[in-house]
């Protein structure tokens, strides 16, 4: 996919970074309306790189490209107050049209990457730039005042900074909903659940006296059943009619016992002091 002129204006920024370059868009030749303007400048902030101007052009569509081609010298505008003067397109947009680019404007095109430039022509340095006008600078000001130094020192425009914002606003109500009828669902899933307890328990988790359930009362009877339920499996039924079974046989016995424990009865009582012989 071809990189549209924005994408090309970031990599324009990236290949002039702070703390080296400060690059500004859309800076016209003057004040008004009918001025020209380029697309980007960079300023080179350090003395000993020569505090080096560059302009750029930025064209992504032949069309625009054809156009700026026929007249170029409309780009002078800004171009005269520039050291350096670059045409900047996406990898493969230039085809024959190469030699009608003017022979002292440099050329720049996007490379495999989603940040970087790559140099195919170096601009013939402008040996006079004319001098800097007053109302240049302002415009040069009024495109400083639209950008936001950053922690890095590198330099964002605050329209992209505020685009950036409003898009995690919408973000943000977008999730809204969704998390409202998440919590919606969760909330009625742990109404049924607390409802089965209360039928299979007795205890309602919900009433009056909720403060005074012994939970860890009920999850210890719940862990001791559990537990005896994966030791015996399915066994379980047998275990139980067994002690059913066992139950019987105390209960047999205890009654057998019982004319044993009547005649011991008897017979404490008649050894007992005072009496009848």
């Known amino acids: 996919m071809s990189p549209s002129a924005p994408n090309l204006c970031q990599r324009i920024a990236a290949a002039h970074g702070a703390p080296e370059w400060v690059t500004l868009f859309e800076v016209r030749d003057g004040a008004g309306w009918d001025r020209r303007t380029a697309d980007a400048i960079a300023m080179n902030l350090w003395k000993s790189r020569g505090l080096t101007l560059r302009g750029f052009e930025v064209k992504v569509s032949r069309s625009d490209l054809k156009r700026e081609l026929v007249d170029p010298a409309k780009a002078e505008g800004v171009a005269k107050f520039c050291d350096e003067w670059y045409l900047v397109v996406p990898k493969g947009l230039l085809k024959d049209e190469v030699q009608d680019v003017p022979s002292g404007w440099g050329i720049m095109e996007a490379d495999e990457t989603k940040e ?32 936001v130094s950053r922690e890095n020192h590198d330099w964002v425009r605050r329209e992209d900074i505020e685009k950036e914002i409003e898009a995690a606003v919408e973000r943000g109500r977008a999730c809204v909903p969704h998390e409202a009828q998440l919590m919606k669902s969760r909330c009625q899933q742990l109404e049924q659940l607390v409802a089965e307890f209360r039928r299979l328990t007795g205890i309602d988790l919900t009433g009056e006296y909720r403060y005074s359930v012994d939970v860890k ?16 499996g ?43 012989a």
């Open 217 to 232: 009362s009920i999850a210890k009877a719940y862990r001791f059943g559990n537990g005896l339920i994966g030791e015996y």
């Open 234 to 276: 399915n066994r379980l039924p047998l275990v139980i009619q067994q002690l059913e079974g066992l139950e019987n046989i105390v209960k047999l016995t205890l009654k057998e016992m019982e004319p044993l424990k009547a005649e011991i009865e008897r017979s404490e009582s008649d050894a007992a002091p005072g009496a009848e």
């Open 116 to 147: 970087g430039l790559r140099t195919v022509r170096s601009a013939t340095r402008n040996p006079e730039p004319t001098p800097l006008t007053r109302g240049f600078l302002a415009q040069v000001l009024k495109g400083a005042a639209r950008m």
